[in-house]
């Protein structure tokens, strides 16, 4: 039998997505060394206290030759908060990711749900594989926010109403859609993270176009930022080669 609630939270709404880079272990110095192993061996353990700006141009060909093994001696942890259906296409991501969220059979799930902002594009014209999305209109942009938060305290109730009656967390989280806010630990390394982009995101220098639904990109923008920062040959290189994961 579930514990009884303790307090009746209200509903809150969010347009946005957060992701914190929890920790890492991951600089330019670390393609190079793997990179290098093969041909100088124990001397490759020096390129770590070298300047990885002397080596660009190797980190360069590597993601130019398509050689990937190098990019994945490295660690990127990221804690992140978004909509269920954002996980749910997130998790299509099994090589190179390593994955924790939190469980609805375990806790009591808080009621944050998501709302699109009226910058984001609502009416789908065309075919799948050869569509646009376009602006909705006053009153398409009225109506979703209403039948959304409609919806969503609606369901929250029936949650709220199953837990006080003492139904287990597991059964009665059932009723919850995936609009609902969710939080997770990500773990990928530099490759994972390419191939993740390459997909998840829209870019004017990707050689291959990518139709993502917005949200994920949002995610992926912001884990884009922090992998920048930490490896900036790597991205540039991945830049520079049309967003292609070696």
Known sequence: MS?????????????????????????????????????AGEQSLEEMQKDPERSKGLINYLMRDRHGSP???NSMTFFISA??????????????????????????????????SESRKLVQQGRPGKY??????????????????????????????MLAAGVAREVARAVLPVGLFSSMYATCNARSMMHFLGLRTTHELAKVPSFPQREIAM????????????????????????????
């Open 3 to 39: 514990d009884t609630p303790t307090s009746d939270p209200k509903p809150s709404f969010r347009s946005d997505v957060t992701v914190e880079l929890v920790k890492h272990t991951a600089s330019d110095s670390d393609v190079l060394w793997a990179a290098r192993v093969s041909t």
């Open 71 to 73: 990019f994945e001696h």
């Open 83 to 116: 909509p269920i259906f954002v996980f749910r296409e997130f998790m299509r991501h099994r090589v190179g990711w390593s994955y924790n969220e939190e469980s609805g059979r375990y806790r009591e799930l808080d009621p944050v749900f998501y709302v699109p």
């Open 132 to 161: 646009e999305f376009v602006e909705g209109t006053q009153a398409q942009q009225e109506l979703v926010g209403r039948a959304m938060e409609d919806s969503y305290r609606q369901a929250y109730d029936a949650y709220q109403e």
């Open 219 to 246: 995610v992926g923008e912001q884990m884009e930022e922090h992998w920048a920062k930490l490896m900036p040959l790597t991205h540039a290189a991945f830049n520079t080669n049309g967003r292609v994961a070696p």
